[in-house]
């Protein structure tokens, strides 16, 4: 053995275990039913109304997607800022009328709904904060924070996790938690998942509920939409964003997930096939399962008279890819037809409040601790030992 070399594997080691018996430590704190005021924040991306903001957007998310230092966000060529895709979404957004409208009343219904069957919480509040757009994640966090909450959840309204999407959604909730709370000492030992707002009464309990993608929730919404185009499909295409690097394999596993269980809810009695696609905010990187090619190969499984249906497996509500970039494929290719996603659809509203109902029960998904391969993201590890034993 080289000398050093077991020395540093030691520490190393030793340095791994301290930490997962840091998070072990914490979990009878975190774990514990938190009855009383609690507020649900919904996470979502946000979606630019015009092409500055769509600039301002793009560069911003770079460092999401592709890793791109925040310096260097200003040299990214104008063709990956304000292409044809870019400029076509926002055009449409226009006419199909702002998110907020119905993420608004989205909100109003699980709020009511978590009310009535969970009286014993107290009051059940929720809303709804953005990354790139208003209200941010900062001024919704730090406002409810400040207001007398015991429990917060906070929820992405991406169904499977990604690090580009969900993680960084919850990057920046734990780095606005430390910008105005402190984590509680209980019993001599530091819990990061109860925060202290300094110099106030203010206190709370914070958790994520982060991967429900497995959840029968979106596979049951799925059928329930697809059940009024049984009859005029003979194929499946189900479509999701590519996602890179990070955990991405993890991502596309989950996806394959839900897929098998809406073709198991029909019975598997249609051909069908998992693709992806350049999301708007994406750059038109080379797919190998693209959209075309997945079609392309199921087209001859098709019988007569029949269309594939092109199911935009991890949008539950409508945004640029399904109002833009979506139709816009759908119109290139034959024999395809574009299914939309539902944000009032009964089934939605009933499994998410099923979810978060389940969370506050003091069900936990142990997979945040998961670590994604080669990752150097600090703020993901201090994000994981905030929101560990959620």
Known sequence: MIHGYGRVFTQSLWKGLKKTNAYGGKRHVCSDVIKGKTHVLFLHMGQPRSEYYAKEYLQKSAYAFYQIPKNLERYIPMVFLLN??????????????????????FTKRIQGSLNTIMPEFGSISCSTAFLFDDPSIDQELMKIGKNGYNHIVVFPLYPHYSCTRSGFLLNEVERVLQTFTVPATVDDREVPCERIVPNTSSSFHVSALHRWGNHPIVSEYWLDILQNHRDE???????????????????????????????AGLDDSFPWRLSFFNAWDQWDLPVIDSIKAQAKRLNSLMPPGKQIALVPVSSILPDFNTFSVL?????????????Q??????????GVVEVIKNHLLGRRDAQLRDRCDWC??????FMRYTLIDS
């Open 84 to 105: 044809g895709k870019v400029r076509d979404s926002v055009a449409k957004y226009g006419e199909a009328g702002c998110i907020e409208e119905p993420l608004t009343t």
């Open 233 to 263: 499909i003979g194929g499946l295409v189900f479509c999701a964003p590519s996602i890179r690097g990070y955990n991405s394999k993890t991502y596309r596993r989950s996806i394959w997930s839900t897929c098998e269980r809406i073709m």
């Open 327 to 339: 139709p816009n494929i759908a119109t290139s290719l034959e024999k395809v037809v574009l299914v």
């Open 341 to 350: 996603p539902r944000v009032d659809n009964p089934l939605l509203i009933q």
């Open 376 to 381: 150097i993201n600090k703020q993901c590890e």
